[in-house]
């Protein structure tokens, strides 16, 4: 079996043990020279012990049961209860080569393999069982025939004339040693026991006792069949052969000159771009990518799976619970998730904070859980997994949740807000007021953990490291935690910017885009009260210039409106930085700060840049605390032109052939993508227009066409074609236009009180104009798209809207985006159901408490607030609602993300374009329902 097909567990397993194995081997031959070593007794006895644990964990039986027997026998030598001579010597020799076979048979199939050595395990038995000499064990009418009965019971087997023992050289034929244990030549079973030191090969003897044949039903015999008596072949490339251990310090030095290799390649890249020799130019582009390859290869040694950290907690959890009288559950996912070790080593404190809150103060006691109808045993899960070049960890609990109106009454009494302030504050604000240095909800402090103390310092030490977290929590049904954590801190990709005289790398996680104010478009600064705001699509940022944060010289006579702008998020803050120019994307390598400057809140690090000068790395979440960038900041910009509603939305804008003064547009979320094609490599199919796109043939609609605007012919269009390309069923779709023009954000409702044909959803008014909005599901089922199918028969729609309001089903549609929203609930009423409308998962979940009769829930899965897998949760853990069927409607749909909306409580998981798979996923569960 290949490395990758076993797991993680096992192939350190195999890679310790083989360790174990070696160092096992030396020392019993050194022991034959040094029986008195106690030093090497104890070592011996470690590495058997270590094996059998790991063979115990992964219930590797035979080899739990042949080295615990081993160890017995080390224990009483140890104690001076048994001697250790050759007899013993040969015995364990034996054993080292059985264990070898063990491990060489898991590493190659993933199973333990079947040879059997039952007649090694009885003799280390007859060891432990009697304190005889080694003639006494070893001879057939000794001690060992005394102990028949002791010898059976531990084999299994009610009697001992069952049993056929064979002299150890049949155990030549089942293993083949290892070069590196290679035993001497072990004492044969006969009538006299041959000295360790004479090579000599007495006959195989058998002992029986009464007329049972020797292959008698369900004899133990240490020959095995014919077909499982060869061993396991080693492979050439084990995983002993393949895996090194190296001592950390080392990996780091390792690091480091890496890093420095890194520094000299910038500056020999920077030197190469001003010469101009060709070789030079070769030779730096292959230093660029040998040293690339090497920095790459080098991290990956510093990652380490996360579970390494997380199965520490299974101990905390069930200690704690224990001390306080509490049920947990502790579930934990993704172990395998790797992080680099600094990081590893850092998130313990934090990770530990909040699993220690959870316990004491997130989940109740049985008595007040069974008061509200849970059930006694709480749950803990924690969730470890990749998403945007970060390592995520969700912590959560299913507990009381956060009361959002205590954390407002706390923190006004203490000072900390007026009330005035309290009232004002969103839920995602009033949650981060748990954050505040010292502050917390929990009635009493407990020496655990009280909820809110320290989580201050929770929230710095995750912001050190570059990460951020996130809380989410409904009150009587639980909360969660998410961090976000960079793979790396030693080398990073960073976007160099300069201002005034000097330079500063800004990390590229928290680079949204670049931009420059420009006058005369849509991206202009506005100063609104005093406070400068930058315009982009619509929407308006606060932005800051990096000169005044850091007090160095502004430059003269600058345009207000021709500035260059980084945007940034700082933990999902959005703001605008300026500044004097901006120059490239470069790796760099992370430096500590000098103590000096440690208390600089706008500094993270320093790195060397090409031109060997020093350069700091901006803190982005530093700049935006000293500019007081909190979310409130944006209520002033709200109330004015409400920019930053929940119903924000972008939009495709486009024209079409034959309407020169029409604006049409679709969601921009349906776009997969925007193309151009050559009108000359258009094929026709009777009447439909196909083009050969990514390795299959696809459809072409003429929007024009199909709106009934066809005055241009096919010949009359232009020789470059325009078009949308949108993934539906599996497949893609093309619309072709006369010209794509922008992308816009609105706010806007849908008004489809004016729509004057079909294919057309309403209208927008977008950019100070009237835009209409593309159905572009009603005008694929016009055409033979998707073929009969596609189009739905009204028998059923029909009895549905004949039905009296009260006996329609109810159906809960959770999404954020108000065109998905109008296009669900249209699609879902033609149905002739109920519909009731919730903006995101959070605002749906405080509906369900209140109207819990519903009879489908369809959820949107990317939202604020709380998310569509963290609603279907919520559901499913809900005694009132957890039987509700849900359909999830997404554009996400990895094979990965429809097993998570399974194990989230999902019945469907549909593409959200594929109108006919709703409804009919619709009509089937509320047929069950029914």
Known sequence: MGQEKLSPIVQEFILESSENVQIISTRLTSLEKDPENKDMINELYRAVHTIKGGAGFLKLKNLEKLTHNLENVLDLIRADKLPLNGSFIDLALESVDAIQFFVNGVEQTGEEPEGKFDDLVKRLLAMIESDVTQNEMMSPDSHLLDTTQELAKALGESKISDVNIEAPEVLKQVVEPAPAAAPAPAPKASENVVPIQQETKPKAAVIHQGNIPTEAPGAISAKPEPKKAQAPQKQENSITDSVVRVNVSLLDKIMNVVGELVLTRNQILQFASSDDSSELQRLSNQLNTITTELQEDVMTTRMQPIGTVLTRFERIVRDMARDIGKNIDLKIEGKSTELD??????????????????????????????????????????????????????????????????????????????????????????????????????????????????????????????????????????????????????????????????????????????????????????VINGAEFFRLRGDLIPIISLNRVLNLPEKEDVDLQSQNIVVLNSDGRVY??????????????????????????????????????????????????????????????????????????????????????????????????????????????????????????????????????????????????????LALRG????FVVESILDVANTIEEINDNVSDRPGVLGTLFIRDKTASVIDVFKMLENTNFGGPDFKRTMEFEQQQSQKKPEEKRRILIAEDSPMFRKMAVKLIQELGYQTFEAVDGQDAADFLAKNPEMDLIVSDIEMPHMNGWELAKHVRNSDKIKNIPMIALTTRYSKDDIEKGRQAGFNYYLEKFNKEDIQEAISKVVKMVA
Do not use: C, W
């Open 576 to 725: 605008g930085l300026v500044v004097d120019e901006i120059s490239d994307t470069v790796e760099i390598v992370v430096k500590p700060l000098a103590k000096q400057l440690k208390n600089l809140q706008y500094y993270a690090g320093a790195t060397i840049m090409g031109d060997g000068l020093v350069s700091l790395i901006l803190d982005v979440n530093g700049i935006a605390n000293f500019i007081h960038l909190n979310l409130d900041s944006r209520r002033e910009e709200d109330s004015l032109e409400q920019q930053f509603s929940k119903d924000n939305q972008e939009m495709l804008l486009f024209k079409v052939y034959d309407r020169p003064n029409d604006l049409y547009t679709v969601p921009l979320v349906l776009v997969n993508r925007l193309e151009e094609f050559d009108k000359e490599k258009v094929e026709f199919t009777g009447d439909q227009a196909v083009i050969h796109y990514r390795g299959s043939a696809m459809p072409l609609y003429f929007i024009h066409k199909e709106l009934g605007y066809a005055k241009s012919g096919f010949d009359e269009l232009p020789s470059v074609l325009p078009v949308f390309v």
């Open 341 to 526: 070790k600094t990081l590893l080593e850092a998130i313990k404190d934090p990770l530990t904070h909040m699993i220690r809150n959870s316990v004491d103060h997130g989940i109740e006691m049985p008595d007040v859980r069974a008061a509200a109808s849970k059930p006694e045993l709480g749950t803990l899960s924690i969730n470890a997994y990749h998403e945007g070049g970060q390592v995520t960890i969700e912590i959560a609990d299913d507990g009381g949740g956060i009361s959002k109106e205590k954390l407002k009454e706390k923190a006004v009494s203490k000072g900390l807000i007026t009330p005035e302030k309290a009232a004002s504050l969103s839920e995602k604000e009033t949650l981060n007021l748990i954050f505040l240095p010292g502050f917390s909800t929990a009635q009493k402090v407990t020496n655990i953990s009280g909820r809110g103390v320290g989580m201050d310092v929770v929230r710095n030490n995750i912001e050190k490291i570059g990460g951020k977290i996130e809380i989410t929590s409904l009150e009587g049904v639980g909360t969660t935690f998410k961090l976000k954590i960079p793979l790396t801190l030693a080398i990073i990709p960073a976007l160099i910017v300069h201002s005034g005289a000097s330079s500063f790398a800004i990390p590229q996680i928290n680079l949204l885009e670049l931009v420059r104010a420009d006058s005369s478009g849509e991206s202009q600064i506005e």
């Open 731 to 734: 497949t893609y779709v093309g």
